[in-house]
Nanobody
Framework: QVQLVESGGGLVQAGGSLRLSCAVV????????VDWYRQAPGKQRELVAH???????NYADSVKGRFTISIDNAKNTVYLQMNSLKPEDTAVYFC?????????????????WGQGTQVTVAS
């Protein structure tokens, strides 16, 4: 059974750094792309960063220059390095992955969500 396992959240002072990990657990053919979202209390979930299997990345304007998304295809893991953290970065961070799975007869795409990891930035 395929699932996404997130780790790396925690409490940090403003200006500090955290690195989040999103590991694909289970048998897959390959990652298609992975997104990191975040949701603060009372706010809608927003897309923070996106990366393809090939490493092409995009970022929300609010995190450009501070966050870096990367992928390790050998480990089926995506990372979100967050630097110069601000109190407004406080949220639950979720990874969402589009994965290519193989049944033994054919390939197909399927979408998965992680359980979320809390990031709290103290001022």
């Amino acid at each position: 059974q395929v699932q996404l396992v997130e780790s790396g959240g925690g409490l940090v002072q403003a200006g500090g750094s955290l690195r989040l990990s999103c590991a694909v657990v289970g048998s897959i053919s390959r990652i298609n792309y992975v997104d990191w979202y975040r949701q603060a209390p009372g706010k809608q979930r927003e897309l923070v960063a996106h990366i393809t299997r090939g490493g092409s990345a995009n970022y929300a304007d609010s995190v450009k220059g501070r966050f870096t998304i990367s992928i390790d295809n050998a480990k089926n893991t995506v990372y979100l390095q967050m630097n110069s953290l601000k109190p407004e970065d406080t949220a639950v961070y979720f990874c969402n992955a589009s994965l290519v799975l193989y049944t033994g007869s054919y390939y197909y795409l399927s979408d998965f969500w992680g359980q979320g990891t809390q990031v709290t930035v103290a001022s």
